[in-house]
């Protein structure tokens, strides 16, 4: 017989056992993570060592503040979002006072209060019309137009405010205050964009939008409450509201005023682009935006800034040029330029090409700020003064870009405000 040879069993390999739980350590916290049966992940905190208050102030932070911050921000956020919960808290304070008005109004009027309905919804969407066509102008400058939008709620809650103290007008002002308050929602809401945009520093634009809106919800709820106080308190009569009113509108435009201060705004403007080539002229250094963010005119952005060149930007071709000669010298001076600039009584006129961009713009920039120097050290004038101008600005100008867009500028655009450009 011959014994048959039993074949041995190969022990079957377990699979690798999964930990029951671990335990992961960040600063004075620690949590025990661990895989239900399902395989989810479930955490909850061993021990935390923080002081309540330094507990309190991280959650706070994690629920209304960009996730890491403040690293994941620029400069001025933390001012700029201090006064946004200022101006959202008087805000709101104030829709209150103004609604209440309107309720006492429309009691002593109970048929205008019905046709206000309408009334309301239709002067606001024609609000919203007129302010729509000023986009280009919104992008150049949001943070006056942003200004302008809160004057012009209040001036819309104001007329509300007063509507006991005139009921036989008061469909004349509740439409005039939504037709400002129309005008104040466009404006506001076109120009959170390039406000956020200014903090945004790791592509968390998105985090820091949330998150604004997050304080502006939480502050509007308290406003809100204010209000109510006040309307049942100090405010109760038209007397108290009058005095109130202005002081709580005050706080709200003095409010949004140093929140548009804070924002490092990084995109090319008229009022910008002088400013960074007159603090070039003037110290050899270029500007960063959170440098001159305290340093723009937020009332008239459209001021002309001598040490710069006295530079009007975005003239129709035909108040450059007057006629067809200098247009033909103008176009040798600079040739394949995207600008063409000229001066005349002291200020320099510059035209832009339809597809110019903020390279250009600087560009452009430079040779007026340097033929503007050049006039006043007595070099003469006219065509030679330009020409030396330009040549100067060729050498200096690759070292300037590079140092304008490490300081963090946006050069691929310059927002003109429907600026009239031309193409030939």
């Given at each position: ?204 634009l998105s985090d820091l939008f949330a998150k604004g809106e997050a304080i502006s919800t939480l502050f509007n709820v308290l406003g809100i409450g204010a209000g109510i106080q006040l309307s049942s308190t100090v405010c109760s009569s038209i007397q108290g509201k009058l005095i109130a ?43 960063s935006p959170a440098d001159l963010r305290y340093q723009e005119n937020l009332i008239n952005p459209g001021r002309v800034i001598e040490e710069a060149g006295n530079v009007k930007v975005g003239q129709p071709l035909k108040k450059v040029v007057k006629n067809l000669s200098t247009l033909k010298e103008l176009r040798d001076i600079f040739p394949s330029e995207k600008f063409l ?84």
């Open positions: 017989m011959f014994a048959t040879k039993s074949k041995l069993k190969e022990p079957t390999k377990e699979p690798p056992r999964r930990p029951d739980f671990w335990i992961e350590t960040c600063d004075s916290v620690s949590q025990i993570c661990r895989f239900d049966s399902n395989g989810r992940l479930s955490v909850t905190i061993a021990s935390d060592s923080r002081p309540i208050i330094q507990r309190v102030v991280e959650s706070f932070l994690n629920k209304f503040f960009p996730s890491g911050y403040p690293y994941s921000v620029n400069e001025g956020y933390l001012t700029y979002t201090q006064f946004r919960a200022l101006q959202h808290f008087s805000s709101a304070a104030l829709f209150v006072l103004s609604t209440q008005s309107l309720l006492f109004a429309a009691g002593l009027r109970p048929t205008p209060a019905q046709e206000t309905a309408i009334l309301k919804d239709g002067m606001q969407h024609a609000g919203k019309l007129i302010c729509s066509n000023m986009g280009a102008r919104m992008d150049s400058e949001p943070k006056s137009w942003r200004i302008l939008a809160d004057v012009l709620y209040d001036l819309g809650t104001g007329l509300e405010v007063v509507s006991p103290l005139c009921p036989h007008l008061f469909l004349e002002t509740a439409g005039l205050g939504n037709f400002a308050k129309g005008m104040a929602v466009v404006a506001a809401r076109a120009t959170r964009l390039p406000i956020y945009s200014s903090f945004a520093k790791e592509g968390n009113a202005p002081l709580l509108s005050a706080i709200h435009i003095y409010s949004v005023a140093e929140e548009m201060r804070a924002a490092p705004v990084n995109t090319l403007n008229p009022q910008r682009t002088a400013m960074i080539v007159a603090n070039f002229l003037k110290s050899g250094k270029i500007s600039i000229n001066r005349q009584d002291k200020l320099t006129y510059m035209s832009l090409e339809q597809s110019a961009s903020g390279e250009d713009a600087l560009r452009g920039w430079l040779v007026a700020a340097f033929a503007d120097a050049m006039e006043k050290s007595g070099h003469g004038s006219g065509s030679p003064v330009l020409y030396a101008a330009y040549e100067k600005m060729e050498s200096v100008f690759p070292t300037f870009l590079s140092e304008v867009k490490m300081r963090g500028w946006h050069t691929d655009q310059f927002l003109d405000g429907n600026g009239k450009r031309y193409a030939f």
